[in-house]
């Protein structure tokens, strides 16, 4: 079986796009584990399906490194509208993209005719511990200690589509990440696992942000995650809602801006090269 594929990233979180518009990829769990193999495949944080939508311009599926498949990914999502623009398959400045997490709106933004950055409404972050979910009581878990192998972190829990646990913390290049993050991501209290994020506060609109994504382990970006970090930042009295909010990230950086009633995130979609892979 060949297989055409666009490697595309959005701030280095790198995935592999597969057009399905004209063709069914069977057991996606299975091959995103072997094509975002870094040494015997493609190399990835796993693979992106683009299908025809009844509902909207297209829709995403998108698997983790580890075939388990996630509701939502902001850094993808961008490079999905790219893909649409750029190959003229949905050829509008706004557009719908449908996925596991609701409909998500684009705003396009092109350079040359080509998609240079895309704005998402990535939606109302949820913030009930129920629906997130994460099994604590209570409206919503702000600054909330929590025992993490040993150690007592302070957790702020947000869902974009994705659970995620923001932690603030002073220092990020001393934070051992392979050791805490499956701690983090497999703890009892998250029955869904979770993306955990470690975030430092740079100045009143900045923050600075590593993360652990569950079945990827350490990413250069994330999307829903730069978002949920924005928000915990705003929920902890750090930085403004209402306001740009310029999230730094290992690959580069988003601008996420928080209101009660939405998330708006804002990064780059790169097309990196194209092949074809045979299986």
Not at 214 to 227: D, K, M, Q, V, Y
Request: proline share 3%.
């Amino acid at each position: 079986m060949k297989i055409e594929f666009t490697k595309m990233h959005g701030c280095g979180n790198d995935y592999i796009y597969i057009n399905c518009f004209e063709r069914e990829i069977e057991d996606p769990e299975r091959l995103s584990v072997a094509l975002s193999d870094r040494h015997f495949g493609i190399g990835g944080d796993g693979i992106v399906l683009i299908l025809k939508s009844d509902v909207a311009d297209a829709k995403m599926r998108m698997f983790n490194s580890d075939g388990s498949e996630g509701k939502m990914c902001g850094n993808a999502i961008r490079c999905v509208g790219k893909y649409l623009y750029d190959n003229g398959l949905v050829r509008k400045n706004q557009l719908t993209i449908e996925t596991l997490s609701g409909i998500k709106t684009l705003g396009i933004n092109t350079e040359d005719g080509l998609v240079s950055t895309v704005k998402v409404d990535m939606g109302k972050a949820e913030l009930i511990p129920s629906k997130i979910p994460v099994n604590l009581p209570g409206a919503r878990i702000v600054n909330y200690p929590l025992n993490v192998g040993g150690d007592i972190y302070h957790i702020t829990c947000v869902s974009m589509g994705n659970p995620h646990a923001v932690v603030f913390c002073d220092d990020l290049t001393g934070l051992n990440l392979t050791d805490i993050g499956p701690e983090f991501e497999n703890h009892e209290i998250f029955p869904e696992r979770v993306n955990t994020e470690f975030v430092k506060i740079i100045g009143r609109n900045i923050i600075q942000m590593r993360v652990w994504e569950r079945g990827s382990g350490e990413t250069l970006a994330c999307g829903t995650g730069a978002c949920a970090a924005a928000v915990a930042a705003a929920l902890n009295g750090f930085c403004p809602k209402g306001e740009d909010i310029h999230v730094l990230l290992l690959g580069g950086e988003l601008i996420v801006n928080y209101s009660d009633e939405t998330v708006y995130m804002t990064g780059n979609c790169v097309k990196v090269f194209e092949g074809t892979v045979e299986m």
